[in-house]
Structures are given as C-alpha cells and as structure tokens.
C-alpha cells in the first residue's frame, strides 16, 4: 500500500478512502460510518464507489454462486489499497474471515425483518393465498410455516424496488419481507406493517449490524486502531459471533433456511436459531445461553460466544437439521480452515447472507 494511503498521517493530509456498493442503503450506512470515523480520526473520508458482482447480476440469489457477491470486490479494492476501509452489511459477510482483514462491529440496529404490506395488513390478517414476496429462502420457509395458505413469491432489487412490488402503483404483490434494518437506515420505517417477531420470523445471522474492514497491517498503534475499539459495540459482536457460528458450524449454503437471533441479557449472551424445510413445513429451533463473565478478557468471552453457537448448531443437527435443509454436513467448520477464503469458493463456501437481495 502506498504512504498517502496510510491513515494516522497528520490531520490535512489525503483523506481516508472508505468503500462502499452504490446503492441508496450500502451509501447511507456507509456515509454513518464515514462521519463518526471522521469524528474519532479528525480527519476527512471519502467514499469510493465500489461496484459489486451482486449489484451487476440480476439472476435469482440461489443462481448467483451464493457467498460474498456483494463483498469479494469491496476486500479486492482493500487489499488492492484502492481504499482503506470498508463497510458491509454484516449479514452478507462469508464467515470465514480472510487472512490481512480484520473487522470490527458498531451497535446493530433491530436485527428483525419486517413486513411491508398494502393496508396496513399483518402476517396475521394478510387474505388466504395473499402473494408475499421475498428472496430470502430463510423468510419464504417461516412466513409459509405460520402462513401455510399465503403464496411466496421471489423477488429482487433493492429496497424500492421491491417495496413498489407490493406498494407502488403497479404493485402485483400484497406484502414484502426486508430487513427492519435496512429500513430504519433509508429513514423508511413507515412503510412497515408489522416488525416479526424473531419468535416467528428468526432473523439472519448478523442482520441489522455493520462490519467496518481494514487491513489489518494498519491497525497497530494507528489513530484508525483506535477508532476502531471505538467503534466496538460487544455486546453486537458476541451476539453476531454466536449467531455466525451457527451458520459456520451447519455448514449452510445460501440456499439454507437458517435464522439466528442472539442477544445479551441479565449478564448472559442467549441465542436461538432455527433451521427450515424450504417449503416450511417442518422446523427445528434450538435456543441456550452462556454466562459472560463481566471481567473476562474480550477473547475468553469472544471463544465463549463462538462455542455458544457451536453448541446449538450441534444441538440442531442432532435433531436432523440435515434432513430438512441443504446443509453441507460433515466437514470441519470452514472458519478453522484458514484456506477457506470464501470469495474462491463461491459454490460451496459456507455463506454470510440468506438473503443477496440487493439491497
Ligand atoms: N443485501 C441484502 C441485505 N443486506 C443487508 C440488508 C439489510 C440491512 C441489514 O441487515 O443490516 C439487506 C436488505 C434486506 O435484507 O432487506
């Protein structure tokens, strides 16, 4: 990497180059991030356009190639130096972390999805056979198991896009499922008619939060390491932790219903996940809790929350989570296997995202 490009340069100097997607979602979080890095560096940030292989291709997710198409070009303009930081949506992170990359994550917002329906409609009150749309396999399976007669529909594009599906004028849906998140970051929450419940609804593992990625040669003594334990939110990361584990543990393609919901309560980190049969006929949930001890060093409580998913990831397939989604079982879990950089193997790599929608 180039010395301009080095932050914890004096103050006035080249600012600091953050990278986002494009889209209005990837720009407004990232534009969050880019003025409190501004706040804690003193220092200007730019944002770089980075322009992703999820935002070029339209296909369905599932025909997609699954892991890291909104992520592997952000981590190349990284490693490349073309920018020094950069900001993902947690949930469409693989979970392998590469090698030279680290992450940090800021407080999550409301990790639930959110239903957006014409009328001000319900999962509850939503008409027999009404047309809800999602291109999540995870939402599909749950909102059928609590809605066996509603029909789901496959949908993509971004956050608009797929609100006019079932809210613009030329609407041929009657409801929509996005991350509550997503929502709440475009200043859109009033167009949603119910926040589900994890109960019904588990989210995806790490939705609702940000990963802000540097390399991680430049976080030594650096202004940016600083800001980066600033940013730090641990009760986000021990919950997004455990809730990764689990996917990392199934071993679960982006085709994979799983939901994971964590949280940290009455000094304990509790989590529940959830694996579907696609057409939500069947389900297993599985929930446990660990005590965090509130003088443990950060990395006893980070083994504690990974073991904590572990646990219930194994707990799940116990009960036959293999038989009911297309869980690649057996193999040692991919975030061990430092050889397992998900973007060069897109086809089977354990993924970070249920939901590629495009957001
Ligand atoms: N690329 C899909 C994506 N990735 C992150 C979010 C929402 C925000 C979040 O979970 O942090 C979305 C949109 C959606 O699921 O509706």
Redesign the pocket.
Known sequence: MSTSSSPGTSPGTAPLRLGTRGSA?ATT?SGTVARRLEELLGRPVELVRIRTE?DVKTGSLATLGGTGV?VTALREALADGRCDVAVH????LPTAQPDGLTIVTPE??D?R?ALCARDGLTLETLPRGARVGTG?PRRAAQIQAARPDVELVDIRGN?ET?LARALGPDADLDAV???Y???S?LGRTEVVTEVLDAKVVAP?P?????AVEARTGDLGASALAGAFTALDHRPTRLSVRAERAVLARLEAGCAAPVGAHARVEAGELQLTAVVARVDGTEQLTHSAATPLAADADPRTQDDAAHALGVRVAEALLADGAARLAPLTVGAAPAELDPAARADVAPLRAPTG?D?????
């Open positions: 979602l979080q999820g909104f949506s947690l949930k469409d999550r917002e990790p999805d999540s956050v797929r499922v996005l991350a998140a997503g929502l970051r995806a790490g939705q609702g939060a940000l995202t939901d590629p929608e495009g957001a």
